[in-house]
Nanobody, 114 residues
Framework: QVQFVESGGDLVQPGGSLRLSCAVSGFSLSSYAMRWYRQAPGKEREFVAA????????TYTDSVKGRFTIARDNAKNTVYLQMNSLKPEDTAVYYC???????WGQGTQVTVSS
């Protein structure tokens, strides 16, 4: 059974940092590109970042470029999202996923507020 378990979300002040983790199971992480998405209240889910199978290629939505970094540890079956210089507009539930499978995890809540 394919599973994504996101963690690391929290309440943080503007300008702060968080590192999200996504533990995957039910498939071999090393064989799949991975993505992070987020969904803010009242908005559609949006793409945030992607990483290739080997980790050598990454892409980001424009609003997070230079602030967020996606990474992966295939040996630990885990994908990460380092988020720096957080802004209130980054407030959302964050999800990780690979396009190869339809399932989603429960997400992790990130709230940026003073």
């Amino acid at each position: 059974q394919v599973q994504f378990v996101e963690s690391g979300g929290d309440l943080v002040q503007p300008g702060g940092s968080l590192r999200l983790s996504c533990a995957v199971s039910g498939f071999s992480l090393s064989s799949y590109a991975m993505r992070w998405y987020r969904q803010a209240p009242g908005k559609e889910r949006e793409f945030v970042a992607a990483i290739s199978t080997g980790g050598d290629t990454t892409t980001y939505t424009d609003s997070v470029k230079g602030r967020f970094t996606i990474a992966r540890d295939n040996a630990k079956n885990t994908v990460y999202l380092q988020m720096n210089s957080l802004k209130p507009e980054d407030t959302a539930v964050y999800y990780c996923k690979t396009l190869a499978f339809a399932s989603w995890g429960q997400g992790t809540q990130v709230t940026v507020s003073s």
